[in-house]
C-alpha cells in the first residue's frame, strides 16, 4: 500500500511537467520555473544532466541550461522515468542498470544510425521495461508466479505474462505511459519492444 501511494505521488509531481511540456506557448523559462519549485526533482534532472549517460564537456548547473542541452521530450521521461526508476526499483536494482544500460546503447546506436530524436530513443530505452515495475507494484503474486514459470519453464519473461496475463509488460507499460499523456511515438515503441514489426510507424526506432 505505501509502495502503491507513493507511486502515485509520483505521477503526481511529473503530471504538471508533462502538461507544461505539452502545451505549444510555454517557453524553456517557464518550465525550469515549474521544475524548480520542486527542489528533488531539480537535482534529479542535473544529476541525470551531469552523469555519463550524456558525456557533456562542462558541468551543467542550471535546470534552464539542462532544458536547452537535453530538449523537452528528455525532461519529460527524466521528470517520469527517473522518479519510478530511482523510488520503484530500490528493490530490483539489476531491473535499474538493465534500463540504463538499455538507454545508453539505444542512444550510441542511434547515434550510429544517424536517427533524429536521438535522446527520445534514449529515453524509451529507459522506461522499456517500466511495466514490469507495474506489475511488481500492483501484482505482487502474480510477478511472483511469473519469475517462478521463467525458471522452471525456461520461457521468456514476456512469453509467460502473455499467457498467465494476457498482455506482456511492454503493453502494460506503454498503457500505464500513455494514461500519463506521454506522447505516441514513446508508449508505441514501449508496447511493441517484445512484438517487433518492421512495417510499423515507429518500427525504426523500436528495432533499436
Not at 542550471?62 to 517520469?80: E, P, Y
Not at 500519463?180 to 514489426?197: K, M, Y
Request: aromatic fraction near 8%.
Amino acid at each position: 500500500m505505501a509502495t502503491q501511494k507513493s507511486f502515485a505521488s509520483v505521477r503526481k509531481t511529473a503530471a504538471p511537467i508533462i502538461a507544461m511540456a505539452n502545451k505549444p506557448n510555454a517557453s524553456i523559462k517557464d518550465l525550469a520555473t515549474l521544475i524548480e519549485k520542486d527542489p528533488e526533482l531539480s537535482a534529479r534532472i542535473l544529476q541525470v544532466a551531469n552523469s555519463g549517460f550524456y558525456s557533456f564537456r562542462k558541468k551543467i548547473e542550471s535546470v534552464f541550461h539542462a532544458i536547452t542541452l537535453l530538449g523537452w521530450n528528455s525532461v519529460k521521461m527524466i521528470s517520469l522515468g527517473s522518479s519510478l526508476l530511482t523510488r520503484m526499483c530500490n528493490t530490483d536494482r539489476r531491473l535499474f542498470n538493465h534500463s540504463v544500460r538499455t538507454a545508453q546503447i539505444a542512444r550510441f546506436l542511434a547515434q550510429e544510425a544517424n536517427f533524429y530524436k536521438i535522446e527520445e530513443i534514449a529515453v524509451v530505452g529507459l522506461l522499456h521495461d517500466f511495466g514490469r515495475v507495474i506489475f511488481d507494484l500492483f501484482f505482487p503474486e502474480k510477478a511472483a508466479k511469473l519469475r517462478q514459470i521463467t525458471l522452471d519453464l525456461g520461457v521468456p519473461v514476456h512469453i509467460a505474462e502473455r499467457d498467465l496475463c494476457g498482455a506482456d509488460h511492454g503493453e502494460v507499460g506503454g498503457w500505464a505511459l500513455a494514461e500519463w499523456d506521454l506522447p505516441e511515438n514513446i508508449t508505441d515503441s514501449v508496447v511493441r519492444h517484445h512484438s517487433f514489426e518492421r512495417d510499423t510507424y515507429h518500427g525504426r526506432k523500436t528495432a533499436v
